[in-house]
């Protein structure tokens, strides 16, 4: 399928980026400069059961105000005074209904400050502007607008280069009912190639813009998302038809190094995670990026994968091996940049053990915001890792709604990560960068949506809690996650396992949407200092229980049996 978008030049408005969009983005310096947290804020995550009077006085020995509070995983951001973050962090953590405390850390979006230049207009000149989504259609065409030389057609691609969007499209051109959530800096309801798409438009954060898309960026993975397709204007959407959720997660920051910057805060992030899954929609994307794993980003992660999300993150753009968050979370879609040859960006970060696909990410043709280019119906090309996530979340929305309501997000994800290419289109090795390789639909699509097939299983993680029942008492909880033999989350694992040392007796539980499931022991006396869990056996229709192949990554466990101590 060939979708046209043919458009005299002087429509485009302005050309964001176009100096630094054939380079890549500005690798940013985690450790420096950019705020690394909100300042005088704490996010405090309870022990499960802690009693809404036991927050109050944890809260209340500490001098804090509440400010947010997620109630789907029993935790609140609360005000604690600039430069008092430390000594709050210390005071919560002595509390026994205190499961963890941490920073609301920051993670920058990059904008490049290039100026309002508007494209050079030359009377009969024209701009095929779906030829310049080489990541959507490569057949080796020249594309982008170098500003500097004032050269149409500068860059000249590699066939089938692209995720096979074209022909994708002709399998499925997927459903409104598929929402995309874009947390990010707002979106441009309004843009022509955008209008009638979005369902919702929230604020999270502290923009003192409301939604506004002051920024562009969130316009920008918008677009490259869901823009309205095949209507004779503007660009194509990887997902055609899916709808749109704009959840503001951003807001705007002026950085004297760095110039205008989004930062976006991992509580607001979770928050908009969990209302995403309670709003029911399909895919999550979030093209933001640190290097501070967050509990509270976790948790929710973990409750939108439990409840059907698929989440898709960008890797960020340091270069490098280093995981960051969202992206590195179990239940997330890590997603690298690729450029119009199928080699890694110059700034993808990569890692085959935790990036799990990588797209099209680099010099990028999508929407941009009317606030931030100051005329509507703006265009532009970027270059991130924020650019190659929506790629992903679009192409989700498609298989997602091909596979149709049967379909859970854990068969969504294996699609995408098996249909992947493996070989670039210069014979490059994507094994070597990611985990699956580079995204392409077509494939996606023609997979029957089955998460199953592996040939083994295997626990991917133990993790132990002790919560006080009441005086004397306590109980001990056991997380079991189940991996497969390519370390995808497994549904529908049946885990037998027993209790020993302080505690006896055997137990099983089955695994959920999250690939995990929670087995309790309670009523343990007070004079019970530690008990034991131990798995012996995984029961699963397509796999074998590979007990040497059982692992802990936080390093709590042995991977099959777990020591638990009394609060």
């Given at each position: 399928?060939?979708?046209?978008?043919?458009?005299?030049?002087?429509?485009?408005?302005?050309?964001?980026?176009?100096?630094?969009?054939?380079?890549?983005?500005?690798?940013?310096?985690?450790?420096?400069?950019?705020?690394?947290?909100?300042?005088?804020?704490?996010?405090?995550?309870?022990?499960?059961?802690?009693?809404?009077?036991?927050?109050?006085?944890?809260?209340?020995?500490?001098?804090?105000?509440?400010?947010?509070?997620?109630?789907?995983?029993?935790?609140?951001?609360?005000?604690?005074?600039?430069?008092?973050?430390?000594?709050?962090?210390?005071?919560?953590?002595?509390?026994?209904?205190?499961?963890?405390?941490?920073?609301?850390?920051?993670?920058?979006?990059?904008?490049?400050?290039?100026?309002?230049?508007?494209?050079?207009?030359?009377?009969?000149?024209?701009?095929?502007?779906?030829?310049?989504?080489?990541?959507?259609?490569?057949?080796?065409?020249?594309?982008?607008?170098?500003?500097?030389?004032?050269?149409?057609?500068?860059?000249?691609?590699?066939?089938?280069?692209?995720?096979?969007?074209?022909?994708?499209?002709?399998?499925?051109?997927?459903?409104?009912?598929?929402?995309?959530?874009i947390l990010d800096t707002g979106i441009d309801c309004?843009?022509?190639?955008?209008?009638?798409?979005?369902?919702?438009?929230?604020?999270?954060?502290?923009?003192?813009?409301?939604?506004?898309?002051?920024?562009?960026?969130?316009?920008?993975?918008?677009?490259?998302?869901?823009?309205?397709?095949?209507?004779?204007?503007?660009?194509?959407?990887?997902?055609?038809?899916?709808?749109?959720?704009?959840?503001?997660?951003?807001?705007?920051?002026?950085?004297?190094?760095?110039?205008?910057?989004?930062?976006?805060?991992?509580?607001?992030?979770?928050?908009?995670?969990?209302?995403?899954?309670?709003?029911?929609?399909?895919?999550?994307?979030?093209?933001?990026?640190?290097?501070?794993?967050?509990?509270?980003?976790?948790?929710?992660?973990?409750?939108?994968?439990?409840?059907?999300?698929?989440?898709?993150?960008?890797?960020?753009?340091?270069?490098?091996?280093?995981?960051?968050?969202?992206?590195?979370?179990?239940?997330?879609?890590?997603?690298?940049?690729?450029?119009?040859?199928?080699?890694?960006?110059?700034?993808?970060?990569?890692?085959?053990?935790?990036?799990?696909?990588?797209?099209?990410?680099?010099?990028?043709?999508?929407?941009?915001?009317?606030?931030?280019?100051?005329?509507?119906?703006?265009?532009?090309?970027?270059?991130?890792?924020?650019?190659?996530?929506?790629?992903?979340?679009?192409?989700?929305?498609?298989?997602?709604?091909?596979?149709?309501?049967?379909?859970?997000?854990?068969?969504?994800?294996?699609?995408?990560?098996?249909?992947?290419?493996?070989?670039?289109?210069?014979?490059?090795?994507?094994?070597?960068?990611?985990?699956?390789?580079?995204?392409?639909?077509?494939?996606?699509?023609?997979?029957?949506?089955?998460?199953?097939?592996?040939?083994?299983?295997?626990?991917?993680?133990?993790?132990?809690?002790?919560?006080?029942?009441?005086p004397g008492r306590w109980t001990a909880e056991v997380?079991?996650?189940?991996?497969?033999?390519?370390?995808?989350?497994?549904?529908?694992?049946?885990?037998?396992?027993?209790?020993?040392?302080?505690?006896?007796?055997?137990?099983?539980?089955?695994?959920?949407?999250?690939?995990?499931?929670?087995?309790?022991?309670?009523?343990?006396?007070?004079?019970?200092?530690?008990?034991?869990?131990?798995?012996?056996?995984?029961?699963?229709?397509?796999?074998?229980?590979?007990?040497?192949?059982?692992?802990?990554?936080?390093?709590?466990?042995?991977?099959?049996?777990?020591?638990?101590?009394?609060?």
């Amino acid at each position: 399928m060939r979708v046209w978008g043919l458009f005299p030049v002087f429509f485009l408005g302005l050309v964001w980026g176009m100096a630094q969009a054939a380079q890549g983005p500005t690798i940013i310096d985690h450790s420096q400069r950019l705020p690394a947290f909100v300042p005088g804020q704490v996010v405090v995550g309870f022990a499960p059961g802690a009693a809404t009077v036991a927050r109050a006085q944890a809260h209340e020995q500490v001098g804090a105000q509440v400010v947010r509070t997620m109630d789907a995983i029993a935790a609140q951001v609360v005000s604690v005074g600039v430069n008092a973050e430390t000594r709050a962090l210390a005071a919560y953590r002595q509390n026994p209904n205190v499961r963890y405390a941490e920073l609301n850390y920051l993670r920058p979006v990059i904008i490049p400050d290039e100026g309002s230049e508007p494209w050079p207009y030359q009377p009969g000149t024209t701009l095929d502007f779906f030829n310049e989504q080489w990541g959507l259609h490569n057949d080796g065409q020249a594309f982008f607008y170098d500003q500097v030389t004032g050269e149409l057609g500068a860059i000249e691609g590699s066939v089938d280069a692209d995720i096979d969007a074209t022909e994708a499209w002709d399998i499925n051109t997927g459903s409104p009912a598929e929402v995309i959530a874009i947390l990010d800096t707002g979106i441009d309801c309004d843009h022509p190639d955008l209008a009638g798409k979005c369902v919702e438009e929230t604020n999270f954060g502290p923009s003192e813009y409301g939604t506004t898309d002051i920024l562009g960026h969130g316009t920008h993975v918008a677009g490259i998302a869901a823009a309205i397709t095949n209507n004779d204007h503007g660009v194509a959407g990887v997902g055609w038809s899916s709808g749109l959720a704009s959840l503001k997660v951003c807001y705007e920051y002026q950085d004297p190094l760095y110039g205008v910057v989004g930062l976006c805060d991992s509580a607001a992030s979770a928050q908009a995670m969990i209302h995403a899954a309670d709003m029911g929609y399909a895919v999550v994307n979030m093209s933001y990026a640190g290097p501070s794993g967050s509990a509270a980003e976790a948790d929710a992660a973990q409750y939108a994968w439990a409840n059907g999300v698929v989440l898709v993150a960008a890797a960020a753009n340091d270069y490098a091996p280093t995981r960051m968050y969202p992206a590195a979370f179990d239940e997330v879609i890590a997603v690298a940049a690729t450029d119009w040859h199928d080699n890694l960006a110059s700034f993808s970060n990569f890692g085959s053990d935790w990036v799990s696909l990588a797209a099209p990410g680099h010099t990028v043709f999508s929407t941009v915001s009317e606030e931030y280019c100051g005329q509507i119906d703006c265009y532009a090309w970027l270059s991130g890792t924020s650019m190659a996530s929506p790629v992903v979340a679009g192409a989700a929305a498609l298989v997602r709604a091909h596979h149709g309501p049967a379909a859970t997000n854990a068969d969504v994800r294996a699609s995408l990560e098996t249909g992947a290419d493996k070989t670039g289109a210069l014979g490059q090795d994507f094994l070597a960068w990611t985990g699956n390789g580079r995204l392409n639909v077509r494939r996606a699509l023609a997979d029957d949506g089955s998460a199953s097939g592996t040939s083994s299983v295997h626990i991917g993680d133990l993790d132990g809690t002790a919560t006080t029942d009441r005086p004397g008492r306590w109980t001990a909880e056991v997380t079991v996650t189940v991996h497969d033999d390519t370390a995808q989350l497994l549904t529908g694992a049946a885990v037998s396992g027993a209790w020993s040392d302080g505690a006896s007796g055997n137990v099983s539980c089955t695994t959920g949407f999250s690939g995990t499931c929670l087995l309790s022991k309670g009523n343990l006396k007070q004079g019970t200092k530690s008990v034991t869990f131990t798995v012996t056996n995984i029961a699963y229709d397509d796999g074998t229980y590979d007990s040497a192949a059982n692992e802990d990554p936080d390093g709590d466990s042995d991977g099959t049996a777990i020591t638990i101590n009394a609060p």
